[in-house]
Nanobody, 118 residues
Framework: QVQLVESGGGSVQPGGSLRLSCAAS????????MGWYRQVPGKQRDLVAR???????YYANFLKDRFTISRDNAKNTVYLQMNSLKPEDTAVYYC????????????WGQGTQVTVSS
């Protein structure tokens, strides 16, 4: 059983910063990618950023260099540093882990709410 435990969400004013963390634990022998998605009610879940083992991080175009994803392989933990937050960044943020590029298993965190409002 694999668990993804997220933390770091909350409320912040526009222009503020938050740092999300996601720790993977349990029977996970290999990780291909770790990343973050976000979803607002009534819309699809969108990829925000992802790190694939051995490859430079990928960011969604709409971020415009405001977010930084990083990963601690020893701790199986992925972070998302979010700066210059905007009201449109308000969403539930989900951690995502994929064990292999093809035929692997993917896991989702429970989601953490990020609210950007004045």
């Amino acid at each position: 059983q694999v668990q993804l435990v997220e933390s770091g969400g909350g409320s912040v004013q526009p222009g503020g910063s938050l740092r999300l963390s996601c720790a993977a634990s349990g029977s996970i022998s290999h990780i291909y990618s770790m990343g973050w998605y976000r979803q607002v009610p009534g819309k699809q879940r969108d990829l925000v950023a992802r790190i694939i083992t051995g490859i430079s991080p990928y960011y969604a175009n709409f971020l415009k260099d405001r977010f930084t994803i990083s990963r601690d392989n020893a701790k199986n933990t992925v972070y998302l540093q979010m700066n210059s937050l905007k009201p449109e960044d308000t969403a539930v943020y989900y951690c995502h882990v994929r064990t292999h590029a093809f035929g692997g298993t993917q896991y989702w965190g429970q989601g953490t709410q990020v609210t950007v409002s004045s």
